[in-house]
């Protein structure tokens, strides 16, 4: 294994997007990532490829309804490889995370008694709070983990605390979309166990910087949402078989009954299916260029599976350096606080996400007089509430975000160091 750098820079002449400049020829800035990220040209062609040969709907009377289904097929057999789940009839699709988790949350709802408990955490996305907390309406009891605010660590202590033979399933986030901890799903998967519960994880933000092993991990439940690592808005939701197989169906009537249909609601978005193919491909393609000094670190793999994993190995490796460069040059800008992890030796637990404020200004103020400077960030909660809550910060508007993605370069970083200098 080596962590030499890796320049990941001759990737954005793939990017379209990348390319673009304002009216007065300057180029942009991408930090918005964690909101949702660029596509490489071979997505944009996927999906016009789509439109332009297989715009039906699948079926296997015609070319065109039996290529739609081939797309349908494909895709979860990429979405298959890119989380090694171990079947692609495990994979359902979906507008977004969302929407997905709304719907299962409804499902497993279904299974619950009055009195059965639910935990969920400060540090999560709202998606994986409200979706659960809906079902107190029906007597279920909803408890919430904390996070350290001084560490920006989940509080693994105050979650096993919550947990009793009445906790049916535990809803937590594989990173925190604000400050970027990742967060340890296999301890918190035995925890869980332990007292026979569910573990359902929101691999949303992480899916673009990191590995995903649905097996390694030991969850039960994953989702996804693919315009976070470099497709279209599709939303993905991994269950174990034997768990869709034996949850209710909820869904109208009509739709056909295997375990892949069974909680997708509706017609599929084809293009967006393709275009998920494309991105997946794109960051196998990926591993093989870039990340081929990984391929002893994952024996038990082959072909894209592991291909994939050199890609999000080699794609870790190359943001820790700038994240790393990031870190050291926002710590030098006046009157700055960053939230998050910020040592050095602890990099491998966090995302290169980064959230902070500016002693004067409001979070909106500084995200758009960067914006005015092309730099593009978020400011707000991004609906992360439970952490500008517990930070302090809610009332005061949240934070800006900063997020790498592997098409970011230093010399992004100085454009933004220098615009923070020049407030
Ligand atoms: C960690 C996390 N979870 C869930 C979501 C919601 O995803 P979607 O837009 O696919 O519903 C987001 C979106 O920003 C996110 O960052």
Known sequence: MTDQPIDLSPLRAQFPALQEVDDQGRPFVFFDGPAGTQVPRQVIDAVAHQYATANSLANENFIFGRRCEETVQQARQAMADFLNAPSPQEIIFGPNMTTLTFSMSRVIGKTLQPGDEIVVTWLDHYANVSSWQALEEQGVLVKQARFDVETFRLDLEHLASLLTDKTKLVAVGLASNAIGTINPIPKIAALARNVGALLYVDAVHYAPHGPIDVQALGC?????????????????????????????????????????????????????????????????????????????????????????????????????????????????VPKLTLYGITDLQDFAERCPTIAFTVEGYSPQQVAAYLGDHNIFVWDGNYYAMGVTTLLGLESAGGMVRVGLAHYNIKDDVDRLIVALKNL
């Open 220 to 332: 039960d439940f994953l989702v996804c949402s693919v315009y976070k690592f470099f497709g279209p808005h599709v939303g993905v939701l991994w269950g174990r078989q034997s768990l869709l197989e034996k949850l209710p169906r909820y869904q109208v009537a009509a739709a056909p009954p295997d375990i892949s249909h069974k909680f997708e609601t509706g017609m599929l978005n084809f293009e967006g299916l393709a275009g998920t193919t494309a991105a997946v491909n794109y960051l196998a393609a990926l591993g093989q260029e870039y990340g081929s000094q990984f391929a002893a670190d994952y024996p038990q793999f082959e072909g894209r599976r592991k291909a994939l994993k050199q890609a999000m190995k080699a794609i870790t490796v190359f943001e820790r350096n700038l994240f790393t460069y990031l870190i050291e040059q926002l710590q030098t």
